[in-house]
């Protein structure tokens, strides 16, 4: 038997304009449902990615610092040594000591600038929030 489309007994979709509104909630309900789930995906995705950068980003910092260091002490005591051939020996040492702690001092105040919150904040999630705020707003007119 072949299919005939102007048969009568044929059931056509119903244009979207003829939906319920019952189905249009229903619709509204599981696509705002289904877009928080991508949002919070999104979201677990992109702190992850975050997180893991600090950590390596934090594992390469203190393995540097360990070594730098290790040769900044063996430095402090050349630079004292050095002195204490001209100067008193604590003398000597007190300045290397003063130099030491005013380079340590504004290093410490650059390291902490760069892990200010900014710079962990999810820009993409919140962009896309931003975005299905919107969306969202306007399925509701």
């Given at each position: 038997m072949a299919?005939?489309?102007d048969d009568p007994?044929?059931?056509?979709?119903?244009p979207k304009t003829?939906?319920?509104i019952t189905t249009l909630l229903s619709d509204l309900a599981s696509e705002?449902?289904?877009?928080i789930r991508q949002e919070l995906a999104l979201l677990k995705a992109e702190l992850h990615e975050?997180?893991?950068r600090v950590g390596q980003g934090m594992t390469?910092?203190?393995a540097g610092a360990l070594i730098a260091?290790?040769?900044w002490l063996v430095l402090l005591a050349a630079a004292v040594l050095g002195l204490a051939t001209v100067l008193p020996a604590w003398l000597a040492a007190l300045i290397v000591a003063l130099v030491a702690l005013a380079i340590g001092g504004a290093l410490i105040f650059i390291g902490k600038s760069r892990f200010d919150a900014d710079s962990l904040m999810p820009r993409r999630t919140l962009r896309s929030l931003r975005e299905d705020e919107q969306w969202l707003r306007?399925?509701?007119r």
């Amino acid at each position: 038997m072949a299919f005939d489309p102007d048969d009568p007994d044929v059931i056509e979709p119903r244009p979207k304009t003829e939906r319920s509104i019952t189905t249009l909630l229903s619709d509204l309900a599981s696509e705002t449902i289904l877009l928080i789930r991508q949002e919070l995906a999104l979201l677990k995705a992109e702190l992850h990615e975050k997180f893991s950068r600090v950590g390596q980003g934090m594992t390469a910092l203190g393995a540097g610092a360990l070594i730098a260091y290790s040769g900044w002490l063996v430095l402090l005591a050349a630079a004292v040594l050095g002195l204490a051939t001209v100067l008193p020996a604590w003398l000597a040492a007190l300045i290397v000591a003063l130099v030491a702690l005013a380079i340590g001092g504004a290093l410490i105040f650059i390291g902490k600038s760069r892990f200010d919150a900014d710079s962990l904040m999810p820009r993409r999630t919140l962009r896309s929030l931003r975005e299905d705020e919107q969306w969202l707003r306007e399925r509701l007119r």
